[in-house]
């Protein structure tokens, strides 16, 4: 059993011991094994961030979920987490976003057939809703920007403006802006409906389905006052 000579611990051998002797030196003392804190940050810090924040925020909501909640989540002390993010709400779209390639997408939507793009556009929306990683990541976009308004503009100008109303300026629409925010309501309303709400028949209704009666309806409001497409014949 250690013993104390003059306020310096001495075991039974006569050693002093390591510990003391680091402090004494000013040499850091490693904590003891078991305890845990807020570790510091890293190479990879923002992203386990963002990992963490997109748990946090699936499982509790925009609302609910906190700064905090993610620090803690991530095992960083908050402080770090302003510092890779300035806000709730930037880390909440930054975490939120579908790993989509939009601007990809908006290309590949916008070519082909203009009387097919409803189909195509609604392909594209109904496989991304279905999917059970980027799926629940929209659905908790949409919601939180029901709610808040800089959630909102994140989604008017990462979808709306980012996707649809590129493909309604590539298919002739004569006002690109108002053809692309009645189609979003359309395809949002959808949304919420069948995997937020998940009100019955659209919950369970087949995804070709909903492309077959949903796709013409979205090509008539992405062309809304285009001017008409000649064919040979004519």
């Known amino acids: 059993m250690a013993q104390r000579h003059r306020g310096i611990r001495i075991d039974r051998a006569g050693r002093v011991c390591t510990g003391l002797l680091r402090a004494l030196r000013g040499v850091a003392v490693p904590?003891?094994?078991?305890?845990?804190?807020?570790?510091?940050?890293?190479?990879?810090?923002?992203?386990?961030?963002?990992?963490?924040?997109?748990?946090?925020?699936?499982?509790?909501?925009?609302?609910?979920?906190?700064?905090?909640?993610?620090?803690?989540?991530?095992?960083?002390?908050?402080?770090?987490?302003?510092?890779?993010?300035?806000?709730?709400?930037?880390?909440?779209?930054?975490?939120?976003?579908?790993?989509?390639?939009?601007?990809?997408?908006?290309?590949?939507?916008?070519?082909?057939?203009p009387d097919l793009v409803g189909t195509r556009a609604m392909t594209f929306f109904v496989e991304a809703w279905d999917d059970p990683v980027r799926g629940p990541r929209i659905v908790a976009l949409m919601r939180a920007a029901l709610e808040h308004p800089e959630v909102a503009d994140f989604v008017r100008e990462l979808i709306i403006e980012g996707v649809i109303q590129r493909v309604a300026v590539a298919v002739g629409a004569k006002d690109p802006a108002r053809a692309a925010i009645t189609a979003a309501s359309q395809v949002f309303g959808l949304a919420m409906l069948r995997h937020g709400a998940r009100i019955e028949p659209l919950a369970s209704e087949p995804a070709e389905s909903l492309i077959a009666r949903y796709g013409p309806i979205l090509t008539r409001l992405l062309r809304e006052d285009s001017p008409p497409r000649l064919t040979v014949d004519e």
Do not use: C, N, W
């Open 31 to 113: 904590r003891a094994p078991g305890k845990r804190g807020p570790r510091p940050g890293g190479p990879d810090t923002r992203a386990e961030i963002l990992a963490a924040a997109g748990a946090v925020f699936s499982r509790d909501g925009y609302a609910r979920g906190s700064v905090r909640a993610v620090a803690r989540e991530a095992r960083v002390d908050p402080a770090l987490v302003r510092h890779y993010f300035a806000t709730k709400s930037e880390l909440f779209v930054e975490a939120m976003r579908p790993p989509i390639d939009l601007e990809g997408h908006a290309q590949r939507l916008a070519e082909g057939d």
